[in-house]
């Protein structure tokens, strides 16, 4: 079998490692790569010993699937021409900025006989493929994801941005309808919102609630799952994780047993991306479907509303107080 032709649309900061990685993965070889800035798709395809286009439609009629990595205020245009023309996509995270497109992208997706992926690269991060067998029906979840300030993803706010990681990673356990979402978020270095918190509640009974800054001193990516006979910790970025376990001693009280992990190297985008050509081959449903990055932007779009009313009901120092609390940033 030939293998797959593949094409990168947006070679900065990320798809850079898009083109990278495509060069080198089994069963598919790097055609093309294609930006707005014509000296940066050409920097990077020299670098590969592809060409560059500066027209999508022409690099299109030379693939059979593509990386969308240009900005997220992008995604919808760029990944429904590339659809239109019966090509495999997968768009890095958020799938769009609003619902609405992103329900778009997927019954075009349907209906063009195409694969819909979505680049939530932390499913493939290999502590979470190694934990996920020990979480099960969460009671509460916990997560931070913090970061320092740069130009990279300020064309939309931080839930878009860094949260909807863990949106996504929250929906990928199943934990029901959503009943409830309180929020509250502020900018402070850029014109959208830069730090948020959201209080989601499921029929289910789980609460899940998440914190994201991208004003941040420290770094921090972490989830923590509380579970009726145990409690898991997950570090992204070390890669290690804790698992504390109720268990029966010998005397008449149970004890705690505490096990550690650490994950190895591989890089969680490398991984996404052999998933992403495997499923093309196979023609099998995606790791991170169209439906999937459909449902975390969904709930992202019901954190932002959140935190628009409650920016009507409060005072501007009250509403930052209460997105700062008393994590540090």
Same mark, same amino acid.
């Given at each position: 079998m030939k293998p797959l032709r593949a094409g990168v649309i947006g070679v900065g900061h990320l798809g850079q490692h898009h083109a990278r990685?495509?060069?080198?993965?089994?069963?598919?070889?790097?055609?093309?790569?294609?930006?707005?800035?014509q000296d940066r798709a050409a920097l990077i395809a020299d670098r590969h010993g592809v060409?560059?286009?500066?027209?999508?439609t022409e690099l299109l009629k030379h693939v059979d699937l593509v990386s969308v990595a240009a900005p997220t205020s992008a995604h919808f245009a760029t990944a429904r021409l590339c659809l239109e023309a019966g090509k495999h996509v997968l768009v890095e995270k958020p799938i769009a900025v609003t619902s609405s497109e992103a329900h778009e992208l997927v019954e075009l997706a349907a209906r063009r006989g195409c694969l819909l992926q979505v680049g939530h690269s932390e499913r493939f991060n290999p502590i979470m493929?190694?934990?996920?067998?020990?979480?099960?029906?969460?009671?509460?979840?916990e997560g931070h994801r913090l970061s320092a300030f740069g130009e990279r993803g300020?064309?939309?706010?931080?839930?878009?941005?860094?949260?909807?990681?863990?949106?996504?990673?929250?929906l990928s356990f199943n934990p029901g309808p959503v009943e409830e979402v309180?929020?509250?978020?502020?900018?402070?270095?850029?014109?959208?919102?830069?730090i948020a918190n959201a209080?989601?509640?499921?029929?289910? *009974?789980?609460? %899940?609630?998440?914190? /994201?800054? &991208? $004003?941040?001193?420290?770094?921090?990516?972490?989830?923590r799952f509380f579970q009726h006979d145990r409690y898991v910790s997950i570090d992204f970025q070390t890669r290690q994780a804790m698992v504390s376990r109720r268990v029966q001693g010998t005397g008449p009280r149970p004890t705690i047993d505490v096990e550690t992990f650490q994950a190895g190297d591989d890089e969680p985008l490398r991984l996404e991306l052999d998933s992403f050509v495997q499923a093309v081959a196979?023609?099998?449903?995606?790791?991170?479907?169209?439906?999937? *990055?459909?449902? %975390?932007?969904?709930? /992202?779009? &019901? $954190?932002?509303?959140?935190?628009?009313?409650?920016?009507?009901?409060?005072?501007?120092?009250?509403v930052s107080a209460a997105a700062f609390g008393r994590e540090p940033i």
């Open positions: 990685h495509y060069a080198t993965l089994p069963g598919v070889t790097l055609v093309g790569v294609c930006d707005a800035a060409q560059a286009w500066s027209d999508l493929q190694r934990m996920r067998a020990y979480i099960e029906r969460p009671a509460f979840i300020t064309d939309v706010d931080v839930v878009l941005d860094l949260m909807i990681h863990d949106l996504d990673l929250v309180r929020a509250a978020g502020v900018p402070v270095l850029s014109p959208n919102i830069d209080r989601i509640a499921f029929a289910s *009974g789980c609460v %899940a609630n998440l914190t /994201a800054s &991208r $004003v941040s001193t420290n770094k921090m990516r972490r989830l196979t023609g099998s449903r995606p790791v991170v479907s169209g439906e999937d *990055g459909e449902a %975390a932007l969904n709930l /992202a779009a &019901r $954190v932002v509303e959140a935190i628009g009313q409650f920016t009507q009901r409060h005072s501007a120092a009250d």
